[in-house]
C-alpha cells in the first residue's frame, strides 16, 4: 500500500513540475481545470478536528436554540489528509507547508524541503534538496502576478502557520530567522499577536519598507485608512477569544474584515490566509470551553471572509484545518444511559463556563487562595470539593498556594499539554471532571480534517476526499500560477555554489543569523545578509524579490538567481 501511495504521488509531482498546468485532484478518474479567480482567502483552524465543529454546533445551539448552524456549514464539500513527508500524523509546519508548497514536509519545518526518513518516507525524494527552502503560494503570487497577500492569526507572527506562508526554516522555533524573513517580505496586511516581537531596529526596518507599524494600539489599526500595515497585540499570542478583552485586543472577525478591506484595493486581487491558531491551543490542553469558542470565533471570521466574496463575485474562500487534535469525544465511558442524556446534561456545564481554563488561571493568579472556591463558582459554575482545593495547593507555579513550593506535588517533573502551564492544566482537568467530553491524547491525531469551500461557480468548488497535496493544486489553480513551486524554488531560492560557481565566495559571521555572503567579481564586491532581502553591491543598495535563506546545515545561501545578473553588468 505504501509502495503504490509513493508511486501515485510520484506521478503527481512529475505532472505537476513538467507541464505545470492548472489541473488539479481527479473526479471520476480526470483531473481537473479550474478558471482562474481574483482573490482567494485560506481559512485555517489550526488543529480542528471534526469533533471541534460538532462540539461548537451544540455549544452555541444550547445558548440559542434556534441558532443550530455554522456559518460554514453550507459549503462543507469534503475532507482533506494530511500528513507529513514521513509520517500520517501532521504537525502544523509541514503541513501548512505542504498547503503553500505542494510537498509534505517533516515535522518542524516551515516551508523547507524534507530531508529522507527511508522507508518511512511517504513520497518520493530528491536527497539534494533537503534542508533548502521551497517557493509559496504567497510568495509566487506576489512577485508574479502582484497580488497583494495578508495574514491574519491569533498567534505570534513567526509561529508556524503563518511563517509557512512566507518563510522558510528546517527549525520552527528559531524566530530570530524566521521573523526578519516575515518582515522582509514585503507583505501587504499583517494583523496578530507577536507584538514584543517588533523590536525597534525591526520596527525601523517595516517603516523603511512603508509599512504602518502599530503595536498594541486597536485604534490605530481601526483608523489606518492606506498602505502597507502590520498591526500585532500581545506580548506573543492573543488570548483567547473568551477571554480577550474588547477594549484592547480586536477579534478575529474584525481582523479578517480589517485585512480584506485593505487588500481589497488593485486589480490584480489577492491572496490571504487567516489562522484560527488557537483551536490548536485549546486542544493541546484538552480544554472543551476553548475549542469551542475558539472555532466559533473562526467561524465569525469565516462569515466574514463569505459576505466579502458574495458581494465581489470573484472570490473563492477555502475553509479547513491542518490536522487533527488531542482525539476529542462528545460522550465518555462514565456516561450512564448515553443515549438518553438531554443536552442540557451534556452541554449545560460547557456553556455554563465563562472563561478558558487560561482565563480562569489568570484570575486565581491574582486573588487570595480562600477565594478560589468562589472563582470556580462565578465564572465556571462549578463546585470545588475538598479534594480539589487540596489538589490546588499543591500545583506548580500557582503563586497564590498557601503551600511553600518545596512541598508541592502536582506539575513537578510532569510533561504538561503544550502551551499550558500547571495552573492551567489543573483547571481544564476540573473542566473535564464536571463535564462528559473525553481525550486521547495532548498531541495530534491523524484523521482527516473537515473541507468547505466558497465559489462563485459550482465547478470552482474542490468536493469529496482530498490529500493535502491536492488543496495546494486547486489553490495554484484558482491563483491560474501554471507553474509549480519546485520549478520557482530553482530561481529564486538557488544554492549560492551554482549561482555564484567559479566566484570568489566568502561567508563570515558566527550565527546563522549574523552570517553574510560576500561575493568578489571583476572589481565588484556583493554583500548578502542571511533572512533579509537587502543587498549591497558596492556602494549601490537594492532589494531582492525573496530574502535570502541562509542554512547552516549545508552552510548554503539560497538566493535569487537574478543576482548573478547584477555582477555580471
Known amino acids: 500500500m505504501q509502495r ?3 508511486i501515485l504521488l510520484a506521478l503527481i509531482l512529475v505532472f505537476n513540475g513538467l507541464f505545470g498546468t492548472t489541473m488539479f485532484g481527479a473526479e471520476n478518474g480526470k483531473a481537473r481545470k479550474i478558471r482562474p479567480v481574483k482573490n482567494v482567502i485560506l481559512m485555517i483552524a489550526d488543529g480542528a478536528s471534526l469533533p471541534a465543529l460538532s462540539l461548537a454546533r451544540w455549544y452555541q445551539r444550547t445558548q440559542d436554540p434556534k441558532n443550530t448552524r455554522l456559518h460554514l456549514d453550507p ?16 504537525d502544523s509546519a509541514p503541513t501548512t507547508s505542504c498547503y503553500m508548497t505542494g510537498i509534505p514536509s517533516i515535522k518542524g ?51 508556524a502557520t503563518p511563517a509557512d506562508c512566507s518563510a522558510h526554516s528546517y ?39 512603508d509599512n504602518k507599524v502599530y503595536l498594541n494600539d486597536l485604534e490605530g489599526m481601526r483608523a489606518h485608512e492606506d498602505g502597507k500595515m502590520w498591526s500585532l497585540f500581545g506580548d506573543m499570542d492573543m488570548p483567547y477569544d473568551i477571554d480577550r478583552d474588547p477594549l484592547k485586543m480586536p477579534s478575529l472577525a474584525e481582523m479578517t474584515s480589517t485585512a480584506i478591506k485593505h487588500l481589497d484595493d488593485d486589480d490584480e486581487g489577492f491572496f490571504l490566509m487567516v489562522e484560527g491558531s488557537k483551536v490548536d491551543w ?21 462569515q466574514v471572509a463569505l ?42 456545564p460547557l456553556v455554563r463556563v465563562k472563561k478558558t481554563a487560561d482565563g480562569i488561571a489568570t484570575i486565581l493568579q491574582e486573588v487570595p487562595f480562600t477565594q478560589a472556591s468562589e472563582v ?22 500557582y503563586k497564590q498556594s498557601p503551600l511553600p513550593v518545596s512541598e508541592r506535588n502536582i506539575g513537578k517533573g510532569k510533561k504538561e499539554a503544550l502551551y499550558s502551564g500547571s495552573l492551567s492544566s489543573f483547571v481544564a482537568h476540573i473542566f473535564r471532571k464536571n463535564m462528559y467530553f473525553g481525550f486521547t491524547t495532548f498531541g495530534h491525531t491523524g484523521e482527516d480534517v473537515f473541507l468547505a469551500v466558497y465559489a462563485p461557480e459550482d465547478t470552482q468548488r474542490m468536493m469529496g476526499f482530498n490529500t493535502n497535496i491536492e488543496l495546494h493544486d486547486y489553490m495554484r489553480a484558482l491563483l491560474g500560477l501554471e507553474t509549480s513551486m519546485i520549478t520557482l524554488t530553482d530561481k529564486y531560492f538557488a544554492p549560492h555554489d551554482k549561482v555564484f560557481k567559479g566566484m570568489n565566495v566568502t561567508i563570515k559571521g558566527k550565527k546563522p543569523e549574523e552570517k553574510q555572503l560576500i561575493v568578489r567579481h571583476k572589481g565588484k564586491t556583493m554583500t548578502i545578509s542571511a533572512f533579509s532581502a537587502d543587498v ?34
Open 4 to 6: 503504490r501511495l509513493s
Open 75 to 90: 459549503y462543507l464539500s469534503g475532507t482533506i489528509l494530511t500528513y507529513c513527508s514521513n509520517a500520517p500524523i501532521g
Open 171 to 209: 527549525n520552527r522555533k528559531r524566530y530570530e530567522w524566521i521573523a526578519p524573513q516575515m518582515i522582509h517580505s514585503n507583505l501587504d496586511v499583517v494583523i496578530g499577536g507577536g507584538a514584543s516581537l517588533i523590536t525597534p531596529e525591526r520596527k525601523k526596518t517595516l517603516e523603511a519598507l
Open 376 to 397: 470556580f463558582r462565578k465564572e465556571a459554575g462549578i463546585e470545588l470539593t475538598t479534594e480539589d482545593l487540596a489538589q490546588l495547593q499543591h500545583v506548580d507555579g
Open 109 to 159: 519545518f516551515v516551508s523547507t524541503y524534507p530531508y529522507s526518513d527511508g522507508a518511512n518516507d511517504l513520497i518520493p525524494l530528491e536527497a539534494s534538496r533537503e534542508y533548502s527552502p521551497i517557493m509559496t503560494l504567497l510568495e509566487a503570487t506576489r512577485i508574479l502576478q502582484d497580488r497583494r497577500t495578508g495574514l491574519v492569526f491569533t498567534c505570534e507572527f513567526p509561529h
Open 307 to 348: 459576505d466579502f466574496a458574495k458581494k465581489d463575485g470573484n472570490t473563492v474562500v477555502i475553509m479547513t484545518s491542518d490536522h487533527g487534535n488531542s482525539g476529542l469525544s462528545i460522550g465518555v465511558q462514565g456516561l450512564n444511559n448515553y443515549s438518553g442524556a438531554s443536552q442540557d446534561k451534556l452541554f449545560g
Open 282 to 302: 485549546a486542544a493541546h490542553a484538552n480544554d472543551p470551553v476553548g475549542i469551542a469558542t475558539e472555532f466559533l470565533a473562526f467561524d465569525r471570521a469565516c
Open 536 to 569: 549591497q553591491l558596492n556602494k549601490k543598495k537594492f532589494r531582492t524579490k525573496t530574502p535570502a535563506v541562509y542554512v547552516d546545515k549545508k552552510d548554503l545561501f539560497y538566493i535569487d538567481i537574478s543576482l548573478l545578473d547584477e555582477l555580471k553588468d
